[in-house]
């Protein structure tokens, strides 16, 4: 069984950066890929971004495609995510994820273990 730890959120300004960290804790580490999804208030649960394990493709929604930076230390077990200029509307839960669909996927049922998530808030 895989633990996920997710660290890093906080509360920024319009236009700040964090980075996010989930360490995946377990004696088989090994997922095909893990991704970023993102809670806002009052609303659905939504897909942020992914990266395969192995060979460290990268997959972004559309509307964070060059603010956020999805990456991972295989060696610590650790995925991260590099948020720059961050906007009021990208505040919410941000949840890491192992995903069980090879190469990625944007859909929540393709993700099988999940963090106890991480709050970024973001006032402008």
């Known amino acids: 069984q895989v633990h996920l730890v997710e660290s890093g959120g906080g509360l920024v300004q319009t236009g700040d950066s964090l980075r996010l960290s989930c360490a995946g804790v377990?004696?088989?580490?090994?997922?095909?890929?893990m991704g970023w999804f993102r809670q806002a208030p009052e609303k659905e649960r939504e897909f942020v971004a992914a990266?395969?394990?192995?060979?460290?493709?990268?997959y972004y929604e559309e509307s964070v495609k060059g603010r956020l930076t999805i990456s991972r230390d295989r060696a610590k077990n650790t995925l991260y995510l590099q948020m720059n200029n961050l906007e009021p509307a990208e505040a919410g839960v941000y949840y890491c994820?192992?995903?069980?669909?090879?190469?990625?996927?944007?859909?929540?049922?393709?993700?099988?273990?999940w963090g106890q998530g991480t709050q970024v808030t973001v006032s402008s």
């Open positions: 994820a192992t995903g069980d669909a090879y190469p990625v996927s944007m859909l929540q049922a393709d993700y099988g273990d």
């Open positions: 990266i395969t394990w192995m060979g460290g493709n990268t």
């Open positions: 377990g004696r088989t580490f090994r997922p095909y890929s």
